[in-house]
């Protein structure tokens, strides 16, 4: 009789306790709900193609030709020649200078993992916006090294507090991530607080890392202002990609640009390179996007931002005729993040709401925000009238049990 031998649990790695993805969390319990026959209401995942949104056709087009003209190996670890030059003359048309390095990625989530593990040490600390897009946070978990959260005020517009900033700075602090336009809040961040924020980083010698994925979705037609145009001298990496102006999410394009005064960032820069030949490279075929879609036809973005304009006009009216809920407009993006004036914690809300009314939403713990608050992130890309049968939803169950 052959013996089994003593098993041993192989467990996870602690540095994970404190990675978190509330966005996917609840999607689960949506998931729940739909095997039993419910129908959900998802205002919680931004991904456009879920709803009324279509990739630009000339983008498909340069995907499947290179596919066909064999571009299915490996490609330079910084990226296809082509897509790397033409990211670069994007940010020199937003006046972008001393620009250091361009690379490509899967996606910005990739670009941001890679360039927070070039730089930070055990020990060390990064300034990150509360609320926030969980990734940050869930980046440096996964390598050991403290968040170090700074307060976006609700009252001024959802910018960031200026001075919350400069009182959080200490001698471990490394960089500061700054979004915008923002996810979760929407906000769209004046000229004179970016200039706060690159005056902040001038005087500790900080980098910045300049999140600013949404910045062809401005919902009122104000000018996006590249944080880096601002701090030629200064080290900042400005990431973007196709996934939310080009409706691409899938695809995992995005890409960093780093600027700065070329003698302070080259080891730096060095260092990302070395991660990046060590994955290899990002995806191949999809690089023959880029060029098409920063040089080519703009005429989508048009109809985006019109439709994406009337649902937030919708959803802060909604949210501000609703008892215990106020909202600031967002500017940018297709999020919005009100606030929630009720006894029981905002993760209750939103999952109560979604078993009661199958309205999926995200609790604002998910994101981070300031102490004794609470919110939920709202997703405005469905339709108007899903939108508006969620609102009705949401409106009833305030109803039921807050009145």
Not at 59 to 75: F, P, S
Not at 336 to 361: C, G, N, T, W, Y
């Amino acid at each position: 009789m052959q013996t089994v031998p003593n098993l041993r649990v192989v467990n996870a790695a602690t540095r994970l306790a404190n990675v978190r993805y509330a966005i996917r969390d609840m999607a689960v319990l949506a998931e729940q709900l739909t095997r039993e026959g419910k129908t959900i209401l998802p205002l919680n995942i931004g991904d456009p193609l879920n709803f009324d949104f279509c990739t630009p056709p000339h983008l498909i087009a340069a995907v499947e030709k290179a596919m066909r003209d064999g571009r299915n190996g490996y490609a330079p670890s910084l990226g296809i020649p082509e897509a790397v030059e033409a990211i670069r003359a994007e940010a020199e048309r937003k006046g972008i200078r001393n620009i250091q390095s361009v690379f490509l990625t899967a996606g910005v989530s990739e670009a941001l993992d890679i360039c927070l593990t070039a730089l930070v040490n055990s020990g060390e600390n990064v300034l990150t916006p509360s609320p926030e897009y969980p990734l940050y946070s869930a980046v440096l978990a996964k390598f050991g090294t403290q968040s170090n959260s700074y307060l976006l005020d609700e009252q001024n517009e959802w910018e960031p507090d200026l001075g919350d900033i400069a009182r959080k700075i200490n001698p471990g602090t490394r960089a500061i991530v700054v979004s915008n336009p923002n996810n979760p809040t929407g906000a769209v961040y004046s000229r004179q607080i970016l200039e706060g924020i690159v005056e902040l980083a001038r005087q500790h010698h900080l980098v910045i890392f300049a999140d600013e994925i949404y910045d062809k979705l401005i919902l009122d037609g104000e000018p996006h202002t590249s944080l880096a145009v601002l701090a030629p001298d200064i080290p900042v990496v400005t990431f973007n990609g196709l996934s939310k102006s080009y409706l691409v999410p899938g695809w995992r394009v995005g890409w960093g640009v780093v600027s700065g005064e070329a003698a302070t960032v080259k080891p730096y820069v060095e260092g990302i390179h070395q991660l990046l030949r060590a994955r290899l490279c990002s995806n191949h075929p999809q690089q023959y996007a880029v060029r098409p879609a920063l040089e080519g036809s703009q005429d989508h973005l048009a109809e985006v931002r019109g439709k994406l304009r009337a649902r937030r006009d919708l959803t802060v009216r909604a949210c501000r005729a609703t008892p215990h809920m106020s909202c600031v407009a967002p500017r940018g993006a297709f999020y919005a993040f009100p606030k929630i004036d009720i006894p029981d914690s905002d993760e209750q809300f939103v999952k109560q709401l979604l078993r009661e009314k199958h309205v999926l939403m995200v609790h604002g713990t998910g994101f981070g925000q300031a102490p004794g608050t609470k919110h939920v992130r709202i997703v405005f890309l469905p339709d108007e009238g899903t939108l508006t049968r969620a609102y009705e939803g949401l409106r009833a169950f305030i109803a039921e049990h807050y009145a």
